[in-house]
């Protein structure tokens, strides 16, 4: 997630330049065969040209509000996972302390297994939302990207195994769903303390009730990660801004050659700048239709579950904290 004010001009220099240079020949293409091959005729009217335009900006816009719409929600799945991660390790704590039946040694002792659990299933989630799909970004400027957030990681499987007893570890290693199976443990063990009487009836259905919300949440996190944006729109939005910037300089040549021939080469900068509004529209909505591909503008997973690590670990009166990620190049990971 991109966290400075205005874009940096680097940023906007790797998503402009491919759109710029052809804005560029498309123009000098256009007065080249119509002042120096002399055919008139590619100077077509302006009025369906701009029939075009107008189509075109009303697809791109819709496309725009769902991409947004795909990353807002997915930045709402993991508010909500923050929050119930906290109201988890809270009730926790309140309950397993609270029971007459056991003791604050052996309390604290399952406190730290479940809450070192559900930060393992943070970073079993994670793993599967950086995991790559063939819908996704593979451009250099993408993979730069990815690079460095790798880069400022600590793999998800060294993390898992720090949080996971050996035997438990054991067990989900060869399971193609872990963050799942982490979730079933959970439920077990809370089982296992209601039978032991460490937890009444009321307090195993509250736990149990936040385990189903954060199976709630991964599998809203899942499901955005697994459905593409439609290739319908994106496929035809980038065809329909295409056709639009390939006709753009001949429906602009009836106005500047009114203007007189000394003017005409005013064509080209103004057919850039047309150009490159209509296409970095279709660019921000490209690169903010899949929230979990690592990029500048996705949603911030690992900073997210880092700030979650360090409150469950704050609740349990260590010290020993991880630090708190900082922005790479003003952006979180």
Not at 211 to 221: T, V
Not at 305 to 329: C, G, H, Q, V, W
Request: aromatic share 14%.
């Amino acid at each position: 997630m991109y966290i400075n004010r205005y874009l940096s001009p680097v940023i906007v220099y790797y998503y402009s330049w491919r759109m710029v240079l052809f804005s560029i020949a498309t123009g000098s293409i256009a007065i080249f065969v119509y002042d120096y091959l002399n055919w008139k005729w590619v100077a077509i009217p302006w009025l369906p040209v701009s029939l075009v335009g107008t189509a075109t900006a009303f697809f791109v816009g819709f496309k725009n509000n769902q991409s947004y719409d795909r990353s807002w929600e997915a930045r709402k799945v993991w508010g909500a996972i923050t929050n119930h991660s906290r109201s988890f390790s809270a009730a926790v704590r309140s309950f397993t302390t609270c029971s007459p039946d056991s003791d604050n040694i052996s309390a604290a002792h399952e406190n730290r297994i479940i809450i070192y659990r559900h930060i393992a299933w943070l970073y079993a989630l994670k793993n599967t939302m950086v995991q790559r799909t063939n819908w996704e970004h593979t451009d250099r400027a993408s993979e730069r990207q990815r690079k460095a957030f790798r880069h400022s990681q600590v793999p998800c499987d060294v993390e898992i195994a720090k949080h996971l007893p050996e035997a438990e570890l054991a067990s989900i290693k060869d399971k193609k769903n872990q963050a799942t199976q982490i979730l079933d443990l959970q439920s077990q063990h809370i089982r296992d303390l209601r039978r032991a009487g460490s937890l009444d009836t009321y307090q195993h259905v509250a736990l149990q009730d936040l385990i189903s919300k954060l199976y709630d949440e991964q599998g809203k996190s899942e499901r955005i990660k697994n459905t593409p944006f439609p290739r319908q729109y994106a496929t035809t939005s980038m065809l329909f801004i295409f056709i639009f910037m390939t006709l753009l300089p001949f429906g602009l040549l009836p106005q500047f050659v009114d203007l007189g021939e000394k003017y005409m080469f005013l064509l080209i900068p103004f057919n850039m700048i047309v150009s490159w509004v209509f296409m970095f529209m279709e660019y921000v909505g490209d690169i903010s239709e899949n929230p979990f591909e690592g990029l500048l503008n996705d949603t911030p997973i690992s900073t997210i579950i880092r700030n979650i690590e360090i409150d469950l670990k704050e609740m349990l009166d260590e010290t020993d904290l991880p630090a708190k990620f900082s922005s790479y190049s003003g952006t979180l990971f």
